[in-house]
């Protein structure tokens, strides 16, 4: 039987020749934390499960493949060898209420022309439906400027340049709104901001900016069931951390936690979940694991039917250092920068936002009316 000992000499081995880049190979050691420390990527991870289940000659369930079992070395060898597994818990989503209400809203409000969908696929909205987006973004705008963030707008076009720079066009070509040859409309906000460190050195401070601006992916279908809720463009508010790896999941948790409470004060049902697609690669098994193993993205998920279906409107993304390295964005370290953004959705917002309370900007909660957000229109 193979002991801890003999496992943890072939994984190094392993580790150091086929895993690790040629700079980091000598310096690995069986307690190196092989994820936290990016020693090894989700182009990567497929390879260490199949040489550790080689090597024991039995298959590991996806429920073992957490960072409890994975995190070093030493972490592998002893826990696969004496027995001392942990399986990953999956929290249930939260429940969602179910209304007796209508089932959505949405058909009244575009009767009353508060709401409009183009051909193209945008919403125009109106009214109290326009003042309510105003009122969330006006929110998250000052969530932002309490955080230190300075302001920033973009314009309306990105060179495809930039986005194939980020990885964008290899991820996502199906989904570029092209203007010409060399230019699309922004498929986020964030997109834009990076440029504007290539090929700098941060301060250790690192910086937050917030914009907000519209965004534009070939995603609408005019025949869908629910065609307002995948737009072809859509208003995007974008709080972005460039710096330390401290500062952007510091940035995320606050935010998420802020967002919980601001749900429960609008008396919105909804739950925030770990999503398995960040926005600058493909889905694949390999990205599936690593987001087991050290999550990159939650999505808040707001209920939009009195049957319980909900839809993204927010995110909050830990890009690690994908775009300091694709700019080149450097720390006073000389280490490249880590990224991450939180991302809101606003008209996903007013819709489950109507669909839960209705389209009688009267019965909506007091928070909402208390701002002044249901003027007359």
């Known amino acids: 039987m193979l002991t801890a000992a003999e496992l943890e000499q072939r994984l190094l081995q392993f580790t150091r020749e086929r895993l690790a880049s040629r700079e980091v190979a000598p310096t690995i050691t069986v307690e190196t934390r092989l994820f936290e420390d990016r020693v090894i990527d989700s182009l990567k991870v497929l390879e260490l ?3 550790v289940q080689s090597t024991l000659r039995r298959k590991i369930p996806d429920a073992q493949i ?3 079992n994975f995190r070093s070395i030493a972490t592998i060898a002893r ?5 001392d597994v942990a399986i990953r818990r999956v ?5 969602l209420r179910h209304s007796n209400g209508n089932a959505s809203a949405v058909p009244e409000l575009l009767a009353r022309r508060e709401l409009d969908l183009t051909p193209a696929g945008e919403l125009v909205m109106r009214g109290h439906c326009a003042a309510l987006c105003n009122y969330f973004d006006t929110t998250v705008r000052g969530w932002a400027l309490e955080l230190g963030a300075y302001e920033e707008t973009f314009p309306n076009e990105i060179p495809v340049a930039t986005l194939e720079r980020a990885g964008f066009m290899s991820a996502f070509p199906q ?6 040859a060399t230019a699309a409309r922004p498929p986020a906000v964030c997109y834009h901001h990076y440029p504007t460190f290539s090929e700098t050195t941060l301060s250790d401070r690192g910086s937050i900016v917030t914009a907000v601006g519209r965004c534009y992916r070939n995603e609408f279908d ?3 069931a629910h065609p307002t809720e995948r737009l072809a463009a859509f208003t995007m508010r974008e709080i972005i951390a460039v710096g330390n790896d401290r500062l952007i999941e510091r940035l995320r948790s606050g935010l998420m936690e802020r967002v919980s409470g601001w749900m429960n004060e609008l008396g919105l049902d909804g739950f925030i979940e770990t999503a398995t697609d960040p926005f600058f690669t493909n889905e694949t098994r390999g990205r599936v694991l690593m987001q087991q193993l050290l999550p990159l993205k939650y999505e808040l998920r707001l209920r939009v039917d009195s049957a319980g279906r909900s839809i993204a409107a927010a995110s909050f993304n830990n890009h690690e250092q994908h775009f300091g390295r694709a700019f080149s964005i450097r720390l006073a370290s000389g280490d490249y920068a880590h990224t991450g953004c939180v991302a809101f959705g606003w008209e996903r917002w007013v819709i489950a936002f109507v669909n839960q309370h209705g389209p009688d900007e009267n019965r909506w909660p007091q928070i909402v009316r208390s701002r002044d957000v249901a003027l007359a229109v």
């Open 49 to 51: 499960i199949a040489f």
């Open 66 to 68: 957490v960072l409890a």
């Open 79 to 83: 826990v696969f060898t004496n027995g």
């Open 91 to 95: 929290r249930s989503r939260r429940a």
């Open 175 to 180: 989904k570029l709104v092209p203007i010409g």
């Open 222 to 224: 005019a025949n869908s």
